[in-house]
């Protein structure tokens, strides 16, 4: 083999399970904390290693040329059932395989697929899906660089797009999908909640809106980035969407030190997406991909505390003299908006640790308070163990012109903070001392 091209032809390489691998003991299903130490990974095959060997290969050595052979029509098509064993490391590898059959678990998905990065997930998603003349229909805000990737990016190649307010309701929803049902739309793509306006998206109404406007092959996918809830907190393929878009740079990898993405899904469409990777091999390296295992073993533990800490700060933050306002989830049921609240009882487990703080004031009362943080590191991102405050209008969002800055209420007085796993009290000490500089 000098060329592996024939092989991006794979449907992919579905593996049979290790042995011993458990997932159920008698009629108890494990959960997903409990697989995260062994499943899908066979010690045996590895000398015994508790944990997996990290595989530095570019290539696999077939044992013989009538199994190379095999491999080859599985991959190719020509027998079903795909490849029966590895290939290439730009297709995948063993540490992949094993990351991404424990990334489906946590939302009982068919496949899972990890990639080097949020964007590069969804860049392959897209490019999966969509050809000149199709129309991209998307929830808004989304992601600046999902935006980027859509409008300047793909627009470039001819591909259009229309998108509804996250919080939109059934009938508005309705509207857009008619609209754009003149045309041949390849994808619906949603972010829940939308950054920083934290409105929720009606995932619900979405498929129920798609299912009424579209029938047969016309069927667009619903596909929708899971990053700032996901898994723990929600999961959006029990609400009718078919594609979970993850960056596993924030909560899953949840230390701060790793760049990598996950697209989840049932078998076809990830045999679709698949096939974009294969060609284009935006995969993760199986360093990352060892480092995700070590993280998701820790996933539920990380992800629980983080939440039970922005519970308790939020609660401080509402009630302190120099706070406008707090936009936290759990706080959506005490509050006007009784959709939002509904949404959240049907779509959501948890209100998650990355919530938008309003400060009475401007940018100097905000960057007096992020100046003053100890504790809290000011940095973009989100869902690493450590507490993270930055400051939208002047960082992440500075350059969304201003009138759209204001629908979005990205004011200079919004603080983002995404809260770790540190000990809760430290972290109301640290925003009380803060709030004194102000
Ligand atoms: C960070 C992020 C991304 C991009 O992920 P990368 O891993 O940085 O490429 C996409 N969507 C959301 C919601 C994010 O927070």
Not at 5 to 12: F, N, P, S, V, Y
Not at 97 to 111: P, T, V
Not at 280 to 300: K, Y
Not at 361 to 388: R, W, Y
Request: hydrophobic letters at 40%; proline letters at 5%.
């Amino acid at each position: 083999m000098t060329d592996a091209t024939e092989a991006d032809l794979t449907g992919g390489t579905p593996r049979a399970r290790p042995e011993g691998d458990v997932e159920k003991i008698g009629d108890r299903k494990l959960k997903p904390a409990t697989m995260m130490m062994g499943h899908g990974y066979d010690p045996m095959l590895s000398e015994g290693a508790l944990k997996p060997p990290i595989f530095l290969t570019s290539t696999f050595v077939f044992p013989n040329a009538a199994a190379g052979k095999r491999h080859f029509e599985g991959v190719t098509g020509k027998r079903p059932g795909g490849a029966e064993g590895l290939v290439y490391s730009r297709f995948n590898g063993p540490n992949q395989e094993i990351l991404e059959d424990r990334l489906a678990i946590w939302e009982e998905a068919e496949d899972a697929l990890a990639f080097s990065s949020g964007m590069s997930a969804i860049a392959t998603l897209f490019l999966s899906m969509v050809k000149p003349g199709d129309t991209i229909v998307h929830s808004g805000p989304l992601y600046a660089a999902t935006e980027t990737l859509i409008s300047r990016i793909l627009g470039r190649f001819g591909v259009q797009w229309l998108d509804f307010p996250a919080g939109a309701t059934r009938e508005e929803i309705d509207a857009v999908l008619t609209k754009a049902a003149t045309g041949n739309v390849a994808l619906i793509y949603l972010e829940s909640p939308a950054n920083p306006t934290n409105a929720l998206v009606d995932v619900e109404a979405v498929a129920a809106s798609r299912d009424a406007i579209f029938t047969g092959e016309n069927k667009p996918p619903i596909a929708i980035d899971n990053t700032f809830l996901g898994p723990l907190w929600a999961q959006p393929l029990k609400q009718g969407a078919d594609i979970v878009v993850y960056s596993l740079t924030k909560y899953a990898g949840g230390h701060s030190d790793l760049v990598a993405g996950g697209v989840l899904g049932t078998k076809a469409h990830i045999n679709t997406i698949r096939l974009m990777r294969n060609t284009i091999g935006t995969i993760c390296d199986p360093n990352t991909a060892w480092m995700l295992l070590r993280s998701l073993e820790t996933l539920e533990l990380r992800m629980s505390r983080a939440g039970e800490n922005a519970a308790k700060v939020c609660e401080f933050l509402a009630s302190h003299p120099k706070v406008e306002k707090v936009g936290y989830l759990g706080f959506l049921e005490r509050g006007e908006d009784k959709r939002q609240a509904d949404i959240y009882r049907r779509h959501c487990t948890g209100a998650g640790s990355t919530f938008s703080l309003y400060l009475k004031g401007g940018e100097k009362e905000a960057f007096a308070f992020l100046d003053a943080l100890k504790i809290a590191k000011l940095a973009v991102s989100l869902g690493g163990t450590e507490t993270l405050a930055s400051h939208p209008a002047g960082m992440t969002h500075l350059s969304v012109p201003e009138a759209r800055k204001q629908a979005l209420a990205i004011t200079d007085n919004l603080v983002r903070i995404s809260i770790g796993v540190e000990d809760a009290d430290d972290l109301i000490a640290d925003f009380e001392h803060a709030l004194k500089a102000v």
